[in-house]
């Protein structure tokens, strides 16, 4: 979010005419938003994360092309109005002291793009990720263990919601955002051995929509045909269903 405010200023200080005449930036692989501030406030990075302005501001003339003019009273504000976060690092906040640490930077590992939704094991061991793109679209996920610095799983697809890792740190539940009779619309993968199982969205498996995981139980519902709990256990392919008729 830092990384984006400071795009944000930069933009700002340029059209103003701080900085001698110079062709317009151009967005690159870690842009989060490019705001040339050229009579309007629009992303030009790709990544539609336009600006919007507050209070008091209005456009003229600048060392080149348009500028935003401020009075420094007016409390005008520019913020993005889309996605904030920025590139292939994870960090950690510590709530105790205030500070932020990174963890790991998967820029040399991985094509450019950024991290999005995360979730991780109980002991802050395995992490899964959703990838994507420079500009922000999904082009898949990866698992990773912290504790040997090792990617378990990293694959590219566009159907896909979420990823989430139980809180054993073994398996993962791919979610594909798809749905119908017949279509797998979620994905268990045993890390440790790399076997992924498919449920499609009708019988026989019921495949949870919404669901939250335990130490390799995933426990969700599905609204197909009638209202079904899901509870998946740590042996394969078993399921323990049970219709609740009458729930909404």
């Known amino acids: 979010m830092r990384n984006a405010g400071v795009l944000l200023l930069t933009a700002m200080a340029i059209s103003a ?3 001698a005449k110079e062709p317009p930036y151009k967005p690159d692989a870690h842009t989060g938003a490019l705001l040339h501030l050229d009579g ?3 992303d030009a990075g790709g990544a539609e994360n336009d600006g919007q302005l507050r209070g008091k501001a209005i456009w003229a003339e600048g060392k080149f092309g348009k500028a935003l003019a401020l009075d420094g009273e007016g409390g005008a504000v520019i913020r ?3 996605t904030t976060y920025v590139g292939l690092k994870l960090w950690v906040y510590d709530v105790r002291t205030k500070k932020y640490a990174l963890i790991k930077d998967f ?3 991985l094509p ?3 991290l999005r939704q995360m979730s991780k094991s109980l002991d802050d061991r395995v992490f899964g990720l959703t990838r994507q793109d420079p500009k922000y679209k999904v082009v898949g996920y990866l698992v990773w263990n912290r504790e040997n610095d090792r990617l378990l799983l990293n694959r590219e697809t566009r ?3 979420e990823i989430q890792v139980d809180k054993s740190g073994r398996f993962c539940v791919i979610k594909t955002g798809q749905g119908g009779k017949g279509v797998v619309e979620v994905q268990v993968a045993d890390l440790s ?3 992924i199982e498919d449920l499609v969205d009708n019988e026989p498996d019921y495949a949870p929509g919404h669901s939250d995981n335990g130490h390799g139980v995933d426990l969700g519902n599905d609204w197909s045909q009638a209202y079904h709990v899901l509870l998946r256990t740590r042996i394969p392919g078993l399921f323990l269903t049970r219709r609740l008729s009458g729930i909404y």
Do not use: I, V
């Open 193 to 195: 051995t790399g076997k």
């Open 112 to 114: 450019a793009g950024h």
């Open 159 to 161: 159907q896909l919601d």
């Open 40 to 42: 309007d406030a629009r």
């Open 17 to 19: 005419g701080a900085m």
């Open 80 to 82: 993005g109005s889309g």
């Open 107 to 109: 820029s040399g590992e």
